[in-house]
């Protein structure tokens, strides 16, 4: 048992509770867990080791977690191949509560990845992380909030911003 946890639901449960629901309808879920976390003081006694001088380290990626040749639905990212075959897959932008010293993350968001312009041109990462980062800064309220990111967003643009002072987050 860990965090009072005793059982979790298979793959097929989560799979009949939640496939038919809109992702946006799910959203609301991690503002629950994230108020769960700062009232038992998790979130506190991250932010309070030397190591992260009171920043909270919330780590951002993206991933697959569809892949088909041939069965699709509505929501699919479509990829067609050199060689002439077609793709279909879902991705997901996840965020998570990170500490370096500490082996157990918690998620505080996530987005999907989706077609742009909801029926041919695929959406990326960069777009996701736009529509996350308000996600979280919500969630996480005032705290300080330090990013982690991959090297996909090494490219100088100032791709989020808070509105305030013009500084990230």
């Known amino acids: 048992m860990v965090y009072g946890v005793e059982t979790l639901p298979g793959d097929t449960t989560l799979r009949q509770a939640i496939d038919t629901e809109e992702p946006r309808a799910l959203q609301g879920l991690f503002g629950v867990f994230i108020q769960f976390l700062r009232d038992c003081g998790v979130l506190q006694q991250r932010r309070v080791l030397a190591k992260l001088s009171g920043f909270t380290a919330v780590a ?3 991933t697959n977690h569809y892949c088909s040749g041939n069965k699709c639905c509505a929501q699919c990212l479509v990829k067609e191949h ?7 897959y879902h991705q997901t932008h996840g965020a998570v ?3 370096p010293d500490q082996a157990t993350v918690f998620v505080l968001g996530a987005e999907a990845i989706v077609k742009q312009d909801g029926n041919s041109k695929n959406d990326c990462e960069l777009n996701a992380i736009k529509r996350l980062l308000p996600q979280i800064r919500e969630r996480i309220g005032a705290e300080k909030i330090i990013v982690l990111l991959d090297g996909l967003y090494c490219n ?3 791709w989020a911003t808070s509105g305030q002072d013009d500084q990230l987050f």
């Open 60 to 62: 951002i990626d993206g």
């Open 82 to 88: 050199r060689d002439g075959e077609t793709g279909y």
């Open 97 to 99: 509560c990170v500490h």
């Open 156 to 158: 100088g643009a100032k």
